[in-house]
Each structure stands twice: as C-alpha cells, then as structure tokens.
C-alpha cells in the first residue's frame, strides 16, 4: 500500500509530507496553480519517499515561481532526496538555504 501525500501551507512555505511518486503527486499536481500563489519556500523535511516524478514536480514547482520573479528555495533536503539531485545533476535546481 502506497502512502500518501499531503501538504499544508503557512505563510509562504509549502509543507510537503508522505511520499512523492508517480503514484501520490496527481492532486497536487492539480492544485499546483493555487497552492503556489504565496509559496516562497518548499519544505521537503518531511517527505520519506520521492521518485524521478516526484523530483520531476519538485522541479517544475521551481520553475513556477521563479515565473512568479521570487527565488524558491528548498529546505528539510534529506540525504535520500540529496542523492537523488545529486544523480540528476540538479544541485543548481534544487538549491537548500545550506547550500546558498
């Protein structure tokens, strides 16, 4: 059984809690518009499983705000999600306030 994900946002920071795989991301996929009116920041700190599509949207959420002129940043990047940026090359993406 997969579980699940789940957000909540406060203030400008999007809480990202569960799993992140092709299997969980669909509703936020669809409310990506909405939830990141306000987003500054993407808490990650919570999540125990992300998969290339989960990791796809985490890059694409990026790409929406800097749309929005604000400069995203990630934090709560574990050493599991870390390696994974690190396998697709995305260290420059996917940019933690430690490594800014």
């Known amino acids: 059984m ?3 994900l ?8 999007l809480s990202l809690q569960g799993e992140l795989d092709r299997e969980t991301l669909l509703a936020l996929w669809q409310q990506r518009d909405t939830v990141m009116k306000q987003i ?15 990791l796809a949207l985490l890059v694409h959420l990026r790409q929406m705000l800097q749309q929005q002129g604000k ?15 690190n396998l697709y090359n995305l260290q420059q993406i996917i940019v933690s306030p430690a490594d800014s």
Do not use: C
Request: glycine share 4%.
């Open 2 to 4: 997969t579980e699940q």
């Open 6 to 13: 789940s957000w909540r946002v406060e203030a400008s920071t």
């Open 40 to 54: 500054d920041t993407i808490d990650v700190s919570a999540l125990d499983r992300v998969d290339s599509a989960g």
């Open 71 to 85: 400069t995203p940043l990630f934090t709560g990047v574990t050493d599991k999600l870390l390696s994974l940026i």
